[in-house]
Every structure is written in C-alpha cells, then in structure tokens.
C-alpha cells in the first residue's frame, strides 16, 4: 500500500545562511549605521538586538527577505515580544518551529478525514504523520489538500513509497 510522511523541518543550515547575510547587510546598510543591529543564531532561536525598536523592526524584515530568500518558510518564525534592554536598546527572541506538535497532527488527521476518502488513514508517530492509503492519486489528493490549508507549521512530504 502506497504511504507517505508529513513532517515539519527546517534546514538550521539554510536558516544560519541568511542570517550571516542579513548580519552582513545591516553592517552595511546606512540605515543601520551606528545601531549595533546583530542577529545571533542558535540551535532553537534567534536573538536580534539593536538600539531603538524601529530598527528592530526593520533588521527582522531583512531577516526574513533572506529567509525567503533562501526559501525557508516564514512559519518557521515564532517572534517573541520586544524586550526593553540596557540603554534603551531593544531585543527580540525568535523562536524556530520544528516538527508536528500533538495538536497539528490531530488538526492533519481531521483534515484528512474530513476529505471522505475511503481506505485513506492517518496516524501520528512522535513528530510526524504517516498517511496509507490504497492508491497513489488518493495520497496525492491529500497532498494537494495539505498544501493549500493554512496551517501554523510549514510542512514536507516524504518517503512517498508505492
């Protein structure tokens, strides 16, 4: 019986990428002269940090040019608010969403059900969804189906097998 996976991940490479690009972009930008605007990249998160909250902003907006840019979905992004640091500079932590919370994949399997196929079915396994179904044209249908609804994670297919 044909499967698949759905899966939610993000390429911390990629993601590292564009934030060099977006650090070597404000150092040199003339807007961000003299702002100390500095992204710092880790494994879970992003901190930027910059001197007045408006350039806060604007240094988050090249971030995410970059990203998508670099084609890593903005849905990956979870901005924290903007906290008040010393002498009056302002920073952000963002976190990086990865994998299929218990609550997406009830909300995947729902959607999936939803859709009336018959022999089609959907399970949850730690982080990603494994869906079976008897032909092929039927776990495409759900792909199509996944692509186009507005979920909080991005998603991926894979191990298609026939």
């Known amino acids: 019986m044909p ?3 759905i899966v939610s ?5 990629e993601v590292r990428n564009a ?3 977006a650090n070597r972009e404000a150092g040199t930008r003339f807007d961000f002269k003299g702002t100390d605007a500095l992204i710092e990249f880790s494994e879970k998160e992003l901190t930027l ?9 604007a240094l988050y907006t090249v971030l995410e040019e970059k990203l998508v840019k670099r084609s890593v979905s903005l849905k990956t992004l979870d901005p924290g608010k903007i906290e008040e640091a010393s002498r009056g500079a302002a920073r952000q932590k ?31 396994q730690g982080d990603q ?7 092929r044209d039927d776990l495409q249908t759900v792909i199509q189906a996944l ?10 297919f894979t191990n298609f097998r026939d």
């Not at 991940?9 to 490479?13: G, P, R, S």
């Not at 969403?97 to 399997?109: R, V």
């Open 147 to 156: 692509k186009e609804s507005d979920l909080d994670v991005p998603l991926q």
């Open 49 to 57: 940090s910059c001197n007045t909250e408006d350039r806060l902003r």
């Open 94 to 124: 963002v976190a990086l969403k990865a994998g299929i919370s218990q609550e997406i994949g009830k909300k995947i399997n729902k959607l999936i059900k939803d859709m009336g196929i018959k022999n089609l079915q959907s399970s949850i």
């Open 9 to 13: 991940e993000v390429d911390l490479q």
């Open 19 to 21: 934030v060099d690009q």
């Open 3 to 5: 499967t698949f996976d």
């Open 129 to 135: 969804v494994r869906v079976t179904g008897k032909q």
